[in-house]
C-alpha cells in the first residue's frame, strides 16, 4: 500500500479519535463490563477450575472476557457509522479522492487503538487478581483479540451501511451475539455441557480463538488448537475486511 493510503487512514483515524474522545462514555462503557464479570463472575470459578483441568481461574477466565471485549465492543462500532451517514459526513468523505479502503482502515484504527487500551487494563487487573499467564502468552492472546475486534469493527461498519438503521441493526447483532456467547466457551467450558452441545459448539468459530487465547496465556505458543484459533481469525478478519471495504466501494456507486 502507498504513502498515500496510509496518510488518508491516519487522517480518518485521527478525526475518528478525536471525535470518540469528546465523548467517551462508551470507551468506558466498553471495560466497564469485562471489570465487573472479573469481580463479581470470577470468584465464582474458584472451586469450579478443577473440574475442566485449569489450576487458576482467573488463567482460564481473562483470555475469555478478552475475547468477549473484542467481540462485544467491536461490533458496536457500526453505530456511530450510522450518525455520521446521518449527518452528511459519510457523503463528505465519498466526494474526495480518498481510499475507500482507508475510510474503513481509519476508523479500524480507532477501534483497535480503543480494544488495546482496553485489553491492557484487563490484563493488568487480571494479574493483580492472581491470574498466572506468561508475558509472551498475554501478548498473544492480546494479538489475537485485536485482529478478531478488527474483523467485528469492520463487519459492523458494513453492516451499519447496509441497514442505515440501528432500530435495525440492534436486533441483528443480539441474534449474532447470543449463539457467540453461549457457544464460545467465554464464561464456561463446553466441556462441562451435553455431547451434543459440544459438537454444536465445534461449528463456531469463535469457540475455537476462545482456546487458541487460554492457549496462549498458558505459555503454549504452539499446537493444533492454538494454530486453528489463529487460521479462524485470520480467516474472519480477511472476510470481514473485504466486506466493509465492498461496502465502502458500493456507497460511492
Not at 485485536?146 to 441483528?172: H, I, Q, R, W, Y
Amino acid at each position: 500500500m502507498t504513502a498515500t493510503f496510509w496518510r488518508e487512514s491516519y487522517i480518518i483515524g485521527r478525526r475518528q479519535l478525536r471525535t470518540a474522545l469528546r465523548n467517551p462514555a462508551w470507551v468506558l462503557i466498553g471495560i466497564f463490563q469485562p471489570i465487573l464479570y472479573l469481580f463479581l463472575f470470577g470468584p465464582l470459578l474458584k472451586p469450579l477450575v478443577a473440574q475442566f483441568g485449569a489450576t487458576n481461574a482467573y488463567t482460564f477466565f481473562v483470555p475469555g472476557m478478552l475475547v468477549q471485549l473484542g467481540i462485544f465492543g467491536a461490533f458496536f462500532a457500526g453505530f456511530s457509522l450510522i450518525g455520521e451517514w446521518r449527518e452528511g459526513v459519510i457523503e463528505a468523505e465519498r466526494v474526495t479522492p480518498a481510499s475507500r479502503t482507508a475510510l474503513l482502515v481509519g476508523r479500524l484504527g480507532r477501534d483497535l487503538l480503543q480494544l488495546l487500551v482496553q485489553a491492557l487494563i484487563l490484563v493488568g487487573l487480571g494479574w493483580v487478581l492472581g491470574m498466572r499467564a506468561s508475558f509472551g502468552g498475554a501478548a498473544l492472546g492480546v494479538l489475537i483479540t485485536l485482529l478478531v475486534g478488527g474483523a467485528c469493527a469492520a463487519a459492523s461498519n458494513a453492516l451499519a451501511l447496509t441497514t442505515k438503521s440501528e432500530d435495525v441493526m440492534a436486533p441483528v447483532i443480539n441474534v449474532v451475539m447470543m449463539p457467540v456467547l453461549l457457544l464460545s466457551g467465554i464464561l464456561l467450558p463446553m466441556t462441562l455441557g451435553p455431547t451434543w452441545l459440544q459438537k454444536a459448539s465445534d461449528f463456531m468459530p469463535v469457540r475455537h480463538i476462545v482456546d487458541a487465547v487460554r492457549t496462549a496465556f498458558t505459555g503454549t505458543v504452539v499446537g493444533s488448537g492454538l494454530l486453528w484459533g489463529i487460521v479462524w481469525t485470520l480467516v474472519l478478519f480477511v472476510l470481514a475486511l473485504w466486506w466493509g471495504t465492498a461496502t465502502f466501494r458500493k456507497e460511492n456507486a
